[in-house]
């Protein structure tokens, strides 16, 4: 058994008084789920380590450098993210790609980056809306996973989350079908496979993309979906907490 995960990733949201709100809440009322994860900006590590240190939520980044350390300015390395606490960090997010130009060979810099450090990456993959009008679903995130487990071999990837989120479904209120998501997720563990079933057998395949209480519990029902990746509705405590119980 595959023990369920919910990552909430923030995105560029939250401010220290909010955060105090939203961390209360998550924490107080997730305790029976020991799978979550929130991950904040950056500036913002520090009240998580202040105020998750010693619960049972874990908590990361969104982001980091594939570099270790040196002259490269407004970047953040793997070990700062370790002097913060995180135990993860979401790598390869379809905002990262698109929005900041990240390739398929840095995203894997990134994630040798921070398994080096000892860090838990979670590995973004996901098709646009006409790469899916196109059949080329399966090719897309096939090449996005193939360019990690490529440079990092395998076997790494039994100590990394992975993350489907079509890029049609995330923001868009538009969530992908059980069914759907399950296609994919059962494609990405059929390709591990190929390199590794017993790493097939043992990776979580989280489902990103509009996720929220009303829809969590037939998707994460699916055989080949350990959880979510949650965006919008990791922001309102509530909704995030009615999200883990539904992978409890
Ligand atoms: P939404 O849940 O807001 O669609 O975002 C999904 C996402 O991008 C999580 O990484």
Redesign the pocket.
Known sequence: MRQKLVAG?WKMNGSLAENEVLLDGVVAGTREFPGVICCAPYPYLFQMQEKLQGTHVAWGAQNLSQYERGAYTGEVSAAMLKDFGCSYV?IG???RRAIFGETSMTVAEKFKAAQDAGLVPIL?VGETLSEREAGATFAVVGEQLDAVAGFVGVSALEDAVL?Y?PVW????GKTATPQQAQDVHRHLRERVALMNSEVAGKVRILY????KSSNAAELFAMPDIDGG?????SLVASDFCDICRAAA
């Open positions: 990733n979401i997010h379809s905002e973004c993350a989120e479904a995330i923001g868009t990103g993309g509009s996720v990746l949650i965006g919008g509705a």
